[in-house]
């Protein structure tokens, strides 16, 4: 097994605005796995905020590389125990080489991912678009431009609330609010409920991590679940979640992987909470893996790629929230 990267630079068609900052462009590693002559493709975006850095990505594959190039694996989920302990800490990078497995065992057998997992096509959920923070004039904008059926609106503080209501004004799509942990806990549940009368179908994150115990679930209602993000990144912190949170956000980055983020699946399925697919600024490598999860969400948020404008991969298309696989095994995702 031969293990290698190359590194691109991902352009977004617009500034993208959250409560950790702006950024017009995201750079990202794309990792192959070939072996038998069939290549696996797998994606660690860089994230500032959470200390994923293109220098650090480079480094640690290059100390890893030579050793898992000899690792015996029959399923990639033997390759993940593997490479774990030498990768722990270094998630985005683990993701990578798992999902490069993961689609190169497609290729090996000649079936997609998804029909591995034995899921059926037509349980996927409609994918949201992701409006970043600006002005009114700017989300209404973004909107207009990118008609989506469901909106997830990144908001910075309680003070925005009076954004959402001049947007849903405008528009009356499925709205979905996404705080990245920016609220303050004394408002909490009184933007909670000003956000429930602007039929908003989902809060996503509302507190910082470590600030959770100031969420009651016994004050939420089945039709706005409260979901975790930043407070449930592996499948350690999905049964602690359930105290404060209605479902939680996986990423595969976050986690790990396609083999980490089932196990969270299945966790947290059997303890009732929702699920959703979530994902970062990334190319359609990254997409198309998570994307082979999607019958098995409640929600999904993988418009990544179609926030860019120069996605160095194809694969998955996700086309106004309509998620749409290719005939391809594997993940279906291939570079330019």
């Known amino acids: 097994m031969k293990l290698s990267f190359a590194t691109y630079r991902l352009e977004l068609k617009d500034t993208f605005t959250i409560s950790h ?5 995201r750079d990202t590693m794309i990792v192959e796995l070939e072996r038998d002559g069939i290549k696996g493709y797998g994606e660690a975006t860089v994230i500032p905020y959470l200390g994923v850095s293109l220098e650090g990505l480079k480094k640690k594959f290059n100390e890893v ?3 898992l190039s000899t690792a015996d694996w029959a399923w990639p989920e033997d390759l993940w125990k593997i490479a774990e302990p030498k990768l722990r800490g270094h998630s985005f990078l683990l993701s990578a080489i798992d999902c490069a497995a993961w689609d190169w065992f497609g290729k090996k057998k000649g079936r997609s991912v998804r029909g591995i997992l034995k899921m059926k096509d037509g349980s996927t959920p409609i994918s949201s678009y992701t409006i970043g923070y600006g002005t009114f004039e700017e989300m209404k904008r973004k909107m207009d431009a990118a008609p989506w059926s469901i909106y997830k609106i990144k908001l910075s503080s309680r003070n925005d ?7 849903r004004e405008t528009n009356d799509a499925v709205f979905r609010i996404d705080a990245n942990g920016s609220w303050d806990p004394h408002y909490l549940y009184e933007d909670y409920s000003t956000l429930k009368d602007l039929n908003v179908d989902l809060i996503e994150q509302p507190l910082p991590v470590g600030m ?3 969420l009651d679930k016994s004050r939420h209602s089945s039709s706005v679940p409260v979901i975790a993000d930043e407070s449930c990144s592996r499948p350690g912190d999905v049964a602690k979640c359930m105290q404060w949170f209605d479902g939680i956000n996986i990423k595969l980055m976050k986690c790990g992987g396609i083999t980490p983020a089932l196990e969270m699946i299945r966790r947290a399925k059997s303890l009732g909470l929702k699920v ?3 994902c970062m600024t990334e190319s359609s490598v990254g997409i198309s893996a998570m994307a082979h999860l999607s019958p098995l969400f409640d929600y999904v948020d993988l418009d990544g ?3 860019l404008s120069n996605d160095p991969a194809g694969g998955v298309v996700v086309d106004r929230g309509n998620i ?3 005939d391809t095994p594997g993940l279906g995702c291939f570079l330019k």
Request: proline share 4%.
């Open 161 to 167: 609330l009076e954004l959402v209501k001049k947007l």
């Open 65 to 67: 590389a030579d050793t």
């Open 305 to 307: 790629a179609a926030l």
């Open 324 to 326: 749409e696989f290719p």
């Open 276 to 278: 959703m697919g979530g």
């Open 21 to 25: 900052g702006s950024y017009e462009y």
């Open 212 to 214: 959770e115990n100031n």
